[in-house]
């Protein structure tokens, strides 16, 4: 049954891995076996995660807000371990913008980020993908993807955006063994989130929204990814896993 999970010898694109649940999911499946590329702006904290990862890595540090850049980055990604057959997508911006205060900057960067940069770095390597006959994309929801939240019209738009581009994504690629899902996080402590859990008595009002009755672990998420990364969702294609401990079902 562990074959079902295997990721070794794949190669894995993990964005937003210097830091946060991108970082996470870089290392996991690294220590899973699969070459893994990060990518991230920060060269030092990419240097710091290869470190603590071990295994096969390599880093690519890009700023992918320049939409211009990505044909490159993909080109430097693809340069350690050939082109991945899986890619997650975990790089992410949260303004807090209030709807009235939402800047130009502010929108275009978070649309840029968490929307665009998942399809057109994924679409780089559907060829490769295709001609291999077998990929996984994992995008990254959020709570955002289905609930409103104070200063979260921008973070909120672009990941109700990442519910359907995956359902799109799947529709689209499925056929050539390209499967795309998406894990929707609950409450994690990371650099995103250092707001809410920097509030105690916000961080427990959150904890007891939840059916299980506590805040996201880190390693709460390292099941799901390697079954999304993994033979193991060979017909699972199009879905937003909530790995929220419940608290979307209350």
């Not at 427990?204 to 079954?227: H, K, M, S, V, Y």
Request: contains cysteine; glycine residues 12%; proline residues 4%.
């Amino acid at each position: 049954m562990t074959a079902l999970f295997d990721v070794s010898g794949k190669t894995a694109l993990v964005t937003g891995a210097s830091s946060g649940l991108g970082r996470r999911a870089a290392s996991v499946l690294a220590r899973a076996g699969a070459n893994v590329v990060g990518i991230a702006r920060r060269a030092a904290d990419l240097e710091d995660w290869r470190q603590e990862a071990g295994g096969r890595t390599a880093a690519v540090s890009a700023d992918l807000s320049d939409r211009s850049a990505l044909g490159r980055i993909a080109q430097e990604a693809a340069t350690p371990f050939g082109a991945p057959h899986i890619i997650v997508h975990a790089a992410g911006i949260n303004t807090r913008e209030p709807a009235d205060e939402v800047t130009d900057a502010g929108w275009d960067i978070t649309m840029m980020l968490n929307l665009t940069v998942p399809f057109f770095l994924s679409k780089a390597f559907v060829p490769a993908m295709r001609e291999n006959g077998w990929g996984r994309i994992v995008n990254f929801a959020s709570l955002q993807t289905t609930r409103a939240f104070p200063g979260g019209i921008a973070y909120g738009a672009s990941k109700g955006g990442i519910g359907q581009l995956t359902r799109a994504m799947a529709e689209a690629w499925s056929r050539d063994g390209i499967n795309t899902n998406a894990i929707g996080p609950g409450f994690f402590p990371t650099e995103l989130t250092a707001a809410v859990f920097g509030d105690e008595e916000r961080a427990r009002r959150n904890a007891a929204q939840t059916c299980i009755g506590r805040n996201g672990a880190l390693e709460d998420l390292d099941g799901p990814l390697l079954f999304l990364c993994s033979s193991a969702s060979n017909y699972i294609t199009g879905q937003v896993l909530m790995v929220d401990g419940g608290f979307t079902a209350k």
